[in-house]
């Protein structure tokens, strides 16, 4: 079997999670990723676990080996990589299987990454020509070429008012 299909197995946990990482731990380790978690892998997890296919040790384990490996991207996904980390950390976690199931519709039916970073784009428009970032006139193609990191958390701040804007027209708060 080769690696990157053992990486699929992983994300779609399609076999037991000690039989992946026997197979994973026969490979060396790389720092080019050759999958993407997406969405729909965190959710499915969710939904696995509500249906209690999976158990919350299993979630925990499944996290924990995807945040490890340098192998597997996130594709910029800010809401993908919050999920996966607070899976992964069960101390500052309170997930429950009615909390897991919201979560998973949340991650299907959340905003896309173009959508995000168009109203990020709109918004930071809109700040800079009203005066509230102060002195900082950067567009916002500057700041994800100057500042990845602060772009990714302008981005997910957008994010985050978008899925609590579809929440609130849902009438549904997670």
Same mark, same amino acid.
């Given at each position: 079997? #080769?690696?990157?299909?053992?990486? *699929? ?5 399609k076999k037991p999670l000690d039989e992946i990482q026997l197979t994973?731990? @026969? ?5 080019? $990723? +050759?999958?993407? =978690?997406?969405?729909? *892998? ?10 209690? #296919? =999976?158990?919350? *040790?299993?979630?925990?384990? &499944?996290?924990? +080996? ?23 950390? $069960? ?9 897991? @199931?919201?979560?998973?519709?949340? /991650? ?15 918004? *930071? ?6 005066? &509230? &970032? ?8 500057? /700041? ?5 990191? @602060? ?7 957008? #994010?985050?008012? /978008? ?7 849902? @009438?549904?708060? +997670?």
């Amino acid at each position: 079997m #080769e690696r990157k299909s053992a990486l *699929h197995e992983l994300l779609e946990l399609k076999k037991p999670l000690d039989e992946i990482q026997l197979t994973l731990d @026969g490979f060396e380790r790389d720092i080019v $990723p +050759l999958v993407i =978690l997406e969405r729909r *892998h965190v959710a499915s997890i969710l939904r696995r676990y509500c249906d209690g #296919e =999976l158990n919350r *040790h299993d979630v925990e384990r &499944w996290a924990s +080996l995807i945040v490890s490996r340098n192998d597997i991207d996130y594709n910029s996904d800010v809401i993908v990589r919050e999920y996966l980390l607070e899976l992964a950390l $069960p101390a500052d976690s309170q997930l429950t299987r009615e909390r897991a @199931g919201k979560s998973a519709v949340a /991650l299907i039916e959340g905003p896309t990454a173009k959508a995000v970073q168009a109203a990020a784009r709109v918004l *930071h428009d809109e700040a800079i020509r009203h005066g &509230w &970032w102060g002195k900082y006139r950067k567009s916002y193609d500057e /700041l994800a070429a100057t500042d990845p990191i @602060g772009k990714l958390e302008f981005d997910g701040l957008v #994010e985050r008012m /978008l899925i609590a804007a579809m929440q609130a027209k849902a @009438g549904d708060n +997670l």
